[in-house]
């Protein structure tokens, strides 16, 4: 018998997850149900994908086999407290809250329940995103496989030790934000030396496309790949002075840091 996936939260994470996990075929439709205070966001999912929506988080509850928490770290507690009482044993629930760790989300249960933790991120949307996992000892293996299965449906998926989180959420939760700026910036700086803005950003961010595949696919140290592009004397080169001179690996990586620090403290 197919499982049920449900959703409790509709908002960007919730519908880049939900669009790949259909894209992808991994679920039908009709075994999808997402649940939202708002009446816009469920509208906007259910004609675009099909699944089954509803206001009310308990009817997700019931329905569902596996059960992702798309809530913000703000509002997971309150959330919890409603539906907590109502959690069938069998039933695995996912959390993608920044900064909430598995044994606070146990606690907030008060029963033993099968918990995961996942720090996703957007570009799920696109079949591109990377994903956490961690669980807690009442999750079996053949539940974690099926955990792995909805993450790498749209992008690739690690199952890692929880202590980690908190870094992967500034080096992959929190670092799209972080590229498209940077894909911004190389934008403006070709819109300054005249080229117009629609190809200037599909020059930079095929550029930054191009190049994380590169260091996927080669396996090769990045540091080794810019060398490769850095012909002595040349444009380059150049431009990797200048990065260097106004400390932008050190911006990324005190970015990096704080964010980081702010997951921890969450």
Do not use: W
């Not at 679920?27 to 699944?51: F, R």
């Amino acid at each position: 018998m197919s499982k049920n996936l449900g959703f409790i939260g509709c908002g960007n994470m919730g519908k880049a997850m939900i669009g790949g996990i259909v894209n992808s075929k991994l679920y039908d439709p009709n075994n999808v149900m997402v649940s939202d205070p708002s009446d816009s966001s469920l509208k906007e999912v259910q004609e675009k994908y099909g699944i089954r929506t509803t206001t009310d988080n308990l009817q997700v509850v019931n329905f569902a086999d596996i059960i992702i928490l798309s809530v913000k770290p703000n509002i997971i507690m309150s959330v919890i407290e409603k539906i907590k009482d109502f959690i069938k044993p069998s039933t695995v629930i996912i959390s993608i809250a920044a900064g909430q760790k598995l044994e606070k989300l146990s606690v907030s249960f008060k029963n033993e329940v099968k918990l995961v933790r996942v720090m996703p991120n957007t570009p799920a949307l696109v079949n591109e995103g990377m994903s956490a996992i961690s669980i807690n000892e009442n999750v079996c293996d053949e539940e974690l496989e099926e955990v792995v299965k909805i993450f790498n449906s749209f992008g690739k998926a690690e199952v890692i030790d929880e202590k980690l989180m908190d870094a992967v959420t500034a080096v992959s939760g929190s670092s799209p934000a972080y590229v498209y700026m940077f894909i911004e910036a190389m934008a403006d700086g070709a819109v300054l030396q005249g080229m117009p803005r629609d190809k200037a950003y599909k020059f930079a961010a095929q550029a930054v496309l191009g190049s994380a595949k590169m260091v996927l696919e080669t396996g090769k140290h990045p540091g080794k790949l810019k060398d490769e592009v850095s012909s002595p004397g040349g444009t380059t080169i150049e431009a990797v002075y200048s990065l260097e001179k106004n400390n932008f690996r050190g911006t990324v990586i005190e970015a990096i840091n704080v964010c980081t620090d702010k997951s921890k403290n969450m």
